[in-house]
């Protein structure tokens, strides 16, 4: 059974910095990818960031590139997500997920088959 446990939510102010973290268990396999999303109140989940776990190779939204990053652990057991220069559209339900599908660099939701509880980040201005 695989598990993702987000933690490191909270909230701050514009232009401060949260780092998330995500804790994977149960794998007996490789999974292509790993990837953030986040679900503000009243709009769809959207991709944040992805990184591909055959070479690291990092994909992000364009509204956050430059601001955040993810990463992996060494064991790449655990997923972060650096956040930087935040902003109030930055608001929302954060998710860490993995996927099973080569084609989850494109960031959409439905690429991904498992699913974290979420983590609230709340940005004020």
């Known amino acids: 059974q695989v598990q993702l446990v987000e933690s490191g939510g909270g909230s701050v102010q514009t232009g401060g910095s949260l780092r998330l973290s995500c804790a994977a268990s149960?794998?007996?396999?490789?999974?292509?990818?790993m990837g953030w999303f986040r679900q503000a109140p009243g709009r769809e989940r959207e991709g944040v960031a992805a990184?591909?776990?055959?070479?690291?190779?990092?994909y992000y939204a364009d509204s956050v590139k430059g601001r955040f990053t993810i990463s992996q652990g060494a064991t790449k057991n655990t997923l972060y997500l650096q956040m930087n220069g935040l902003k109030p559209e930055d608001t929302a339900m954060y998710y860490c997920?993995?996927?099973?599908?080569?084609?989850?660099?494109?960031?959409?939701?439905?690429?991904?088959?498992?699913w974290g509880q979420g983590t609230q980040v709340t940005v004020s201005s």
């Open positions: 997920a993995a996927s099973l599908n080569p084609a989850c660099t494109r960031l959409r939701v439905g690429d991904y088959n498992y």
């Open positions: 149960g794998y007996t396999y490789s999974r292509p990818c």
């Open positions: 990184i591909r776990d055959a070479d690291g190779r990092t």
